[in-house]
């Protein structure tokens, strides 16, 4: 199993970027996908996921309205549309996957069974 988050950098506020995770070695259709970040000094925070193929987002109340998740699984990808984008989104973001997670463990970091390599993404004019 293997996943790769892509597309951080630096973005003035007001700013969008896409990040996108590059899953490998499972199936995406029946396998739940979430983002999180971390910013220095402060705890991993959940940010969205997406359970199995046609179920609706979750997201964190700090990004709803401006962060948008997708997934392509003919690709074996996830992405997440950054929109509107503020200094304290600054963090570096990482991609989760977990075959069987509830609804309730969404947003614990310790529920997802595996993690990608993070991508550093920069809010700052």
């Known amino acids: 199993v293997q996943l790769q988050a892509y597309g951080g950098g630096l973005v003035q506020p007001g700013g969008s970027l896409t990040l996108s995770c590059v899953t490998s070695?499972?199936?995406?259709?029946?396998?739940?996908i979430g983002w999180f970040r971390q910013a220095p000094g402060k705890e991993r925070e959940f940010v969205s996921a997406?359970?199995?193929?046609?179920?609706?987002?979750f997201y964190a109340d700090s990004v709803k309205g401006r962060f948008s998740m997708s997934r392509d699984n003919a690709k074996n990808t996830v992405f997440l549309q950054m929109n509107s984008l503020k200094p304290e989104d600054t963090a570096v973001y990482y991609c989760a996957a977990d075959r069987q997670i509830i609804n309730s463990a969404i947003s614990n970091p310790d529920s997802w069974d595996w993690w990608g390599q993070g991508t550093q993404v920069t809010v700052s004019s």
């Open positions: 070695g499972f199936t995406l259709d029946d396998t739940a």
């Open positions: 997406i359970k199995s193929s046609g179920s609706r987002p």
